[in-house]
């Protein structure tokens, strides 16, 4: 159970999104009572995130509102954290931290692969089931609403095995190797 009085005093390893997040650092040679500012920036392939602490005592506290976290996107982020005052900034510690989705907030993610997505929408159009999304769904920028009964068949064929190889993968790499029979002669 969290203790909302409680102030953990070092980065957190995880950070929920959606959720209030606070910690404090005391750094003897720089305090914030003496005009020293700490900020923190966390960075990946998809964003940065910085924060600037305020002053509690010569303390450097981090007090992020749900409504802050919220907007950061789930991840595994490299941190640093650095001291400033006038033209004086020291790099004073660095990490890692994974910020985790906001599950009440999130939207429903599609995860399939390229391939699974283009055969259910290609499979969508043969039934005459499809959404606006899935006719508009272009491959090689040719909406699927402009394809042929044959070229769908076709398509639906190719995209087929891509789906086929991306299973054998998965089974593979889970150590379920292959199913069926071998076809092997001597």
Do not use: C
Request: hydrophobic share 40%; no cysteine; proline share 2%.
């Amino acid at each position: 159970m969290i203790d909302p009085n409680e102030i953990p005093e070092a980065e957190p390893e995880q950070i929920q999104a959606g959720a209030t997040v606070k910690w404090k650092r005391s750094l003897g040679d720089f305090p914030a009572s003496a005009g020293w500012v700490l900020s923190y920036v966390f960075i990946n392939a998809d964003g940065k995130i910085t924060i600037t602490t305020t002053a509690d005592g010569d303390d450097h506290l981090v007090n992020a509102a749900a409504t802050v976290t919220a907007a950061w996107s789930a991840g595994r982020y490299d941190w640093q954290a650095t001291a400033a005052k006038d033209d004086d900034r020291y790099l004073i510690d660095s990490g890692a931290a994974t910020v985790l989705a906001d599950f009440a907030q999130a939207a429903t993610k599609d995860d399939r692969s390229h391939a699974r997505k283009t055969l259910a929408a290609i499979n969508a159009m043969l039934e005459g089931k499809a959404t606006k999304d899935q006719s508009n769904y272009a491959i090689e920028g040719r909406s699927l609403s402009r394809y042929s009964w044959g070229e769908l068949i076709e398509a639906k064929r190719f995209y087929m095995g891509l789906v086929a190889m991306e299973n054998r993968k998965t089974r593979n790499k889970n150590g379920k190797g292959h199913r069926g029979k071998l076809g092997v002669q001597f």
